[in-house]
């Protein structure tokens, strides 16, 4: 509180505390982490691809398919063994770099209210809800990225299990092959990786 005087009058202004802005702590090696997890995933659909056509894994298609999902790249073979390093080491590259990332969108949160506060001593109603919705926007991109890198890993460490040809010929053969837990475990994964991805 500031309170000026004269000889006739007496008026009072409010003086407004700052935001306290977190401190910023530069990591340059971060900012190259995005790519690095763009380069390992690309990298581990393609050697999968590759080892998947050339040890003859989807002969049992009979060369119908050309470009299988990525699921039967990586259900046996070499690309099983790609699949179960490739897609959690891209999710735990991606939980090297999330938290920064976040805390910096924070920290630009912070300095948008400085620059609101340093142009009136009252921000307008308008401000506190922005402020409201742009957290919780925050909490779910949170949320939604960090569930659908842990599908993601789910999903390279739970393949589909190893005799899926004989699950797609089931029918043509006298005694039926059963789906088993780990490729509903895998399949559900997937699937939530993909809602939720698009709703992030």
Not at 9 to 18: I, L, M
Not at 35 to 53: C, R
Not at 134 to 160: D, E, H, N, Q, Y
């Amino acid at each position: 509180m500031r309170i000026t005087s004269d000889a006739s009058s007496v008026s009072s202004s409010v003086v407004v505390a700052p935001t306290a802005i977190p401190p910023y702590h530069p990591h340059p090696a971060l900012a190259l982490l995005p790519l690095g997890i763009f380069g390992v995933a690309l990298v581990t659909i393609v050697t999968a691809y590759h080892a998947t056509f050339r040890h003859g894994i989807l002969d049992f298609q009979h060369g119908k398919v050309v470009t299988p999902p990525i699921s039967m790249l990586m259900f046996a073979g070499p690309g099983r063994r790609m699949g179960q390093i490739g897609f959690p080491t891209v999710s735990l590259l991606f939980g090297c770099c999330a938290p920064r990332f976040f805390k910096d969108i924070e920290r630009s949160l912070h300095l948008v209210n400085r620059q609101q506060e340093e142009h009136t001593a009252t921000p307008p109603p308008k401000s506190v809800l922005v402020d409201q919705e742009f957290r919780t926007t925050l909490w779910l991109l949170k949320m939604t990225s960090g569930i659908a890198f842990l599908c993601l890993a789910i999903v390279g460490l739970i393949p589909l299990q190893s005799n899926l040809p004989d699950v797609f010929y089931a029918s043509s053969r006298a005694q039926q092959t059963l789906i088993t837990w780990d490729s509903v475990v895998h399949q559900v994964s997937a699937g939530f990786f993909f809602i939720i991805s698009m709703i992030h």
